[in-house]
């Protein structure tokens, strides 16, 4: 079945950058759209970046300029670059990826980040 393997989250201080990737067992012919997502307790899930199958992406606000959504093709991997991280991105990031029938959505398992003051 499918699986999205995320890593590269941790602990990092305010100012400096993380990379998560999402690993998926998945041709990527098959994806409408890969994205990352965050949680914290008591919050919503929230969108924070998407990329498109053409490789169009979108971005919240809070991220805007900050962050770098992009994808392998050849690794059916999604990154996500952080940059100039603030405590108020401490969350948990998941992965996202919707197939092209616009029906089906997987989710990573989530992982850690956390940015200290």
């Known amino acids: 079945q499918v699986q999205l393997v995320e890593s590269g989250g941790g602990l990092v201080q305010a100012g400096g950058s993380l990379r998560l990737s999402c690993a998926a067992t998945l041709s990527i012919l098959s994806v409408n759209a890969m994205a990352w997502y965050r949680q914290t307790p008591g919050k919503q899930r929230e969108l924070v970046a998407s990329?498109?199958?053409?490789?169009?992406?979108n971005y919240a606000d809070s991220v805007q300029g900050r962050f770098s959504i992009s994808r392998d093709n050849g690794k059916s991997t999604v990154y996500l670059q952080m940059n100039s991280l603030k405590p108020a991105d401490t969350a948990v990031y998941y992965c996202n990826v919707g197939l092209a029938d616009g029906l089906t959505v997987y989710w990573g398992q989530g992982t850690q980040v956390t940015v200290s003051s």
């Open positions: 990329i498109s199958r053409r490789g169009w992406t």
